[in-house]
């Protein structure tokens, strides 16, 4: 097996990311490798019709979704413990999901990418696809996909 330097975890802090989370920790572990964990954040646009409030006709929540995502990648970061290069980057993308994880494993030289699966089945994935699918045909580096211990 390569030695994997760079470790890429992306997150949408469900279940099944942290099942991800923790298979990239011990992978760094065993690697000496660095973990950068990843969240990416749509643009949140809210249109409002309420001038009696005095809000402006148009609401943009993206800043504080940014906001509340670092601060649950430090609680991430925390609970990992101390034996671990981790770095942390909240990205916002007006793309698809894993568009946006692939851009920034080029970006950041990553070796490996760590990504839960969802197990979407049926018509869902039919429709929607998966971004752990989507990210394991366009991706340059290897990735490694981990389903929920519940997960059928």
């Known amino acids: 097996m390569p030695a994997y330097r760079h470790i890429l975890i992306p997150t949408d ?9 923790h298979t990239a920790a011990e992978l760094a572990r065993q690697n000496a490798a660095d973990l950068h964990l ?4 749509a643009p949140q646009l809210y ?5 009696e409030i005095m809000l402006p006709p148009m609401v943009d929540l993206t800043d504080q979704m940014k906001l509340a995502a ?13 034996d671990i290069r ?4 909240v990205r916002e993308a007006f793309t698809r999901s894993a568009d946006a994880i692939v851009a920034a494993a080029e ?8 990504i839960g699966s969802h ?13 752990a699918e989507r ?15 519940n997960s059928a």
Do not use: N, W
């Open 47 to 51: 249109y409002t019709e309420m001038p």
């Open 13 to 21: 802090f469900s279940e099944t990311a942290e099942c991800a989370l």
């Open 107 to 114: 970006e950041l030289a990553i070796e490996l990418i760590v």
């Open 135 to 149: 990210v394991v045909h366009e991706a340059t580096c290897d990735v490694l996909v981990v389903k929920h211990k």
């Open 70 to 82: 670092e601060e649950r990648l430090q609680k991430a970061v925390g609970l990992l413990g101390k």
């Open 86 to 89: 981790i770095h942390h980057h």
């Open 38 to 41: 990843l969240h990416i954040v």
């Open 119 to 131: 197990g979407h089945s049926g018509l869902m994935h039919v429709l929607l696809g998966s971004t």
